[in-house]
């Protein structure tokens, strides 16, 4: 089945402890993303790749890094200084064809606890 | 980032009954998505839009891309009580690889 695949589904951590959010895509995408929802929000950006060893920062970065050195994976990695990390954490990915008719497809989601 | 104005926020519906919700932005974009999430999953295409003016149905759902491309509605007809979840609008400014989400619209249908 191709498709977008996120590893754990529920993850817990220690206040202090980094983490590391898998995502992997074997839909032959160039992109990819990494999203966090919070209740009654709407899905914010937080980094992006348009190609393999390449990425950007989205509009909440702060506290998170990635790579992206497969086409097929992009780990999020959610470190100590992100003041308030618990949240459900999207990865999508697209064509990156730069036409108009390019969509995102989402992962099932991870929810990160920090207690 | 911006985010796209969504209302309703929430609805309560009967089943069988229409729905209607919308998307409004100060910007111009030049693609608008609709997406269905349901609880603790990610998101979910419904219908994508590419063109000012453009109506493009789904089954139950018909959706339009406002000719001003700065809104988007999206119609849900006969609700059933598996339509229940938010709703999202997504839009894509010209040039940009980035979406813009509103916040959602969370359907309830009554059954």
């Known amino acids: 089945d191709g498709g977008i695949t996120q590893s754990p589904k529920y993850l817990f951590r220690k206040e202090g402890q980094n983490v590391t959010l898998s995502c992997e895509q074997n839909?032959?995408?160039?992109?990819m993303y990494w999203y966090r929802q919070d209740p009654g929000q709407g899905l914010r950006l937080i980094y992006y790749?348009?190609?393999?060893?390449?990425?950007q920062k989205g509009d909440i970065a702060e506290g998170y890094s990635v790579s992206r050195e497969k086409k097929e994976s992009f780990p999020l990695t959610v470190t100590s200084a992100q003041k308030n990390p618990t949240a459900f954490y999207l990865c999508?990915?697209?064509?990156?064809?730069?036409?108009?008719?390019?969509?995102?497809?989402f992962g099932p989601g991870t929810r990160l606890t920090v207690l | 980032g911006q985010q796209l104005n969504q209302s309703p926020q929430s609805m309560f519906i009967q089943e069988g009954e229409d729905v209607s919700m919308n998307c409004t932005s100060s910007?111009?974009?030049?693609?608008w998505l609709w997406y269905k999430q349901d609880p603790g999953e990610g998101p979910v295409l419904l219908i994508a839009l590419y063109k000012a003016g453009e109506l493009t149905s789904n089954g139950r759902l018909t959706a339009q891309f406002g000719i001003t491309r700065k809104d988007s509605f999206l119609n849900i007809s006969a609700s059933i009580p598996s339509d229940v979840g938010i709703y999202f609008c997504a839009g894509r400014r010209a040039g940009s690889y980035q979406l813009t989400f509103g916040k959602g619209t969370k359907l309830s249908v009554i059954p």
């Open positions: 999508a990915s697209s064509q990156n064809s730069g036409e108009a008719t390019d969509t995102q497809y």
């Open positions: 839909l032959n995408h160039d992109a």
């Open positions: 790749s348009q190609i393999v060893n390449d990425f």
């Open positions: 910007s111009i974009f030049n693609t």
